[in-house]
T-cell receptor
Framework: EDQVTQSPEALRLQEGESSSLNCSYTVSGLRGLFWYRQDPGKGPEFLFTLYSAGEEKEKERLKATLTKKESFLHITAPKPEDSATYLC???????????FGKGTKLTVNP | NAGVTQTPKFQVLKTGQSMTLQCAQDMNHEYMSWYRQDPGMGLRLIHYSVGAGITDQGEVPNGYNVSRSTTEDFPLRLLSAAPSQTSVYFCASTQLAGGPGTDTQYFGPGTRLTVL
C-alpha cells in the first residue's frame, strides 16, 4: 500500500532558525511528489513538484529536495509569515490518485 | 483566471438532508478530485474524475456521489447527511502527465460543512 509519512507533526522555530521538514514515502513507481503550504481556513497552495532523485527546487526561503525514499523541505532563515502547515503528496505513474501525508505544522516565532 | 472555485463556503445541515457542493475550474484540466480534511486525518480522497463522463471512487466514497458532465464542473452530492460527514471539503484541479515540470495541483478555498 502506498504511504506518505511526514515528520515532525509540529515544529516551532525562532525567526532566522533554519530547519528541515521530512516527507518519507513508499509509493511504488513514484512519478512525482508535490509540496503544498496550507494556511488556517484555506485550501492547500501548490509549491513544488519533484520528479527524480537528486532534483531540487527553490522558492524564496524554501528548497525542496528528493531522494529515492524521502523528500525534504528546507527552510532557510524563516520568518513568522512562513508559519503554516506544509503538506506533501506522492503519486505513481499511471495513477491519478495522490497519497497525502498528514502535514507538518510550522510555527515561526518573532 | 479564477482557478478553482467552490460554493458554498459554509453550510449547516440536519441529519438526513441532502445537498450538492459545487466546484468549477477554468484551467481546462482533465483531472479533478474531492477531498475531505479532518483533524489528525489529513486529506482523504472521496471521488475523482479523469475527464468528462469518467469518475471513480477514492478512499472514502460512501455517502457521496459525483458526476462530470463538463470539463469545468465537478459537483459533489451528499445523499443523506450524517454527523460523520462534518468536515472541510476541498475540490482540486490537477494537471498530470503534462510532461516533466508541468504537473501541478490547485485547490479551491474549501466548504466547511456541519451536520447536526
Amino acid at each position: 500500500e502506498d504511504q506518505v509519512t511526514q515528520s515532525p507533526e509540529a515544529l516551532r522555530l525562532q525567526e532566522g532558525e533554519s530547519s528541515s521538514l521530512n516527507c518519507s514515502y513508499t509509493v511504488s513507481g513514484l512519478r512525482g511528489l508535490f509540496w503544498y503550504r496550507q494556511d488556517p481556513g484555506k485550501g492547500p497552495e501548490f509549491l513544488f513538484t519533484l520528479y527524480s532523485a537528486g532534483e531540487e527546487k527553490e522558492k524564496e526561503r524554501l528548497k525542496a529536495t528528493l531522494t529515492k525514499k524521502e523528500s525534504f523541505l528546507h527552510i532557510t532563515a524563516p520568518k513568522p509569515e512562513d508559519s503554516a502547515t506544509y503538506l506533501c503528496a506522492g503519486y505513481r505513474g499511471g495513477s491519478e490518485k495522490l497519497v497525502f501525508g498528514k502535514g507538518t505544522k510550522l510555527t515561526v516565532n518573532p | 483566471n479564477a482557478g478553482v472555485t467552490q460554493t458554498p463556503k459554509f453550510q449547516v445541515l440536519k441529519t438526513g438532508q441532502s445537498m450538492t457542493l459545487q466546484c468549477a475550474q477554468d484551467m481546462n484540466h482533465e483531472y479533478m478530485s474531492w477531498y475531505r480534511q479532518d483533524p489528525g486525518m489529513g486529506l482523504r480522497l472521496i471521488h475523482y474524475s479523469v475527464g468528462a463522463g469518467i469518475t471513480d471512487q477514492g478512499e472514502v466514497p460512501n455517502g457521496y456521489n459525483v458526476s462530470r458532465s463538463t470539463t469545468e464542473d465537478f459537483p459533489l452530492r451528499l445523499l443523506s447527511a450524517a454527523p460523520s460527514q462534518t468536515s472541510v471539503y476541498f475540490c482540486a484541479s490537477t494537471q498530470l502527465a503534462g510532461g516533466p515540470g508541468t504537473d501541478t495541483q490547485y485547490f479551491g478555498p474549501g466548504t466547511r460543512l456541519t451536520v447536526l
